[in-house]
C-alpha cells in the first residue's frame, strides 16, 4: 500500500478555497486516490475519488498530476462546517488494497469566521 | 435509505468483561468492515467479512477478538475480557461490492474502566 503524506493541520477563513496536498511518492499503476472527511464523534465521509488529471464533484475537486506521485484536495468557498479532518487514501480498488483502507493522520482543517 | 447502524454508540466495561458491538449495513450492501481509531491516530482496518465468511482478518489481534456476519443479521464484533488499551471508536463500513466506496457508520465509543 503506498504511504501517504498530508500536512498536520491547516487554517483558513469562510469563503476562501482550500488546497490540501497530499504526497504519495510510491503510488502503483493500479492505485486510486480517494478523499475522506471526518467530523468528531462521526464516521469518515467519501468525498471524491480520481486516478488522474482532474474530477470534481459537487463537493470538491481532485488535481492529480501527469506523474501521480501527489494530489490536491481542492474546497471551493469553504464554511466553518468544513472544519474536520481530511484523510488522503492511496489504493487499488480491485485487490486487497482497495477494500482494506488505509487512514494516516489525516489533516486537520480548521475554518474560522 | 438509512446508512450504515451502528450500536450501542457509547460502551462502557470493566476489565475483563465483554463487549459485543453491532452494525447493520446499508440496504444491498452485503460486505462489511471494522475499523478501529485511537485517540489523535486514523483508523485501523480490522477485518473484512462477506456474508457467513471472514474474507480478510489480517488486521484483528489474534487473541480475545473476533467477529461475525451471519445470515441473517447484523455483523458482529466481540471482545473478549476487555483491557484498557481496548477503549477505542470502533466503525463499521458497508459497500455493494468488494471494490466500491465504503461508507461508515457513526461508531461504537468503547470505554474500558
Known amino acids: 500500500l503506498a504511504k501517504t503524506t498530508q500536512p498536520i493541520s491547516m487554517d483558513s477563513y469562510e469563503g476562501q478555497e482550500v488546497n490540501i496536498t497530499c504526497s504519495h511518492n510510491n503510488i502503483a499503476t493500479n492505485d486510486y486516490i480517494t478523499w475522506y472527511q471526518q467530523f468528531p464523534s462521526q464516521g469518515p465521509r467519501f468525498i471524491i475519488q480520481?486516478?488522474?488529471t482532474k474530477v470534481t464533484n459537487e463537493v470538491a475537486s481532485l488535481f492529480i498530476p501527469a506523474d501521480r506521485k501527489s494530489s490536491t484536495l481542492s474546497l471551493p468557498r469553504v464554511s466553518l462546517s468544513d472544519t474536520a479532518v481530511y484523510y488522503c487514501?492511496?489504493?487499488?480498488?480491485?485487490?486487497?488494497?482497495?477494500?482494506?483502507?488505509?487512514f494516516g493522520t489525516g489533516t486537520q482543517l480548521k475554518v474560522e469566521l | 435509505n438509512a446508512g450504515v447502524m451502528q450500536n450501542p454508540r457509547h460502551l462502557v466495561r470493566r476489565r475483563g468483561q465483554e463487549a459485543r458491538l453491532r452494525c447493520s449495513p446499508m440496504k444491498g450492501h452485503s460486505h462489511v468492515y471494522w475499523y478501529r481509531q485511537l485517540p489523535e491516530e486514523g483508523l485501523k482496518f480490522m477485518v473484512y467479512?462477506?456474508?457467513?465468511?471472514?474474507?480478510?482478518e489480517s488486521g484483528m489481534p489474534k487473541e480475545r477478538f473476533s467477529a461475525e456476519f451471519p445470515k441473517e443479521g447484523p455483523s458482529i464484533l466481540r471482545i473478549q475480557q476487555v483491557v484498557r488499551g481496548d477503549s477505542a471508536a470502533y466503525f463499521c463500513?458497508?459497500?455493494?461490492?468488494?471494490?466500491?466506496?465504503?461508507?461508515f457508520g457513526p461508531g461504537t465509543r468503547l470505554t474500558v474502566l
Open positions: 487514501l492511496v489504493g487499488d480498488p480491485l485487490t486487497g488494497g482497495g477494500n482494506k483502507l488505509t
Open positions: 463500513a458497508s459497500s455493494t461490492t468488494g471494490t466500491d466506496t465504503q461508507y
Open positions: 467479512l462477506q456474508k457467513e465468511n471472514i474474507i480478510d
Open positions: 480520481g486516478y488522474k
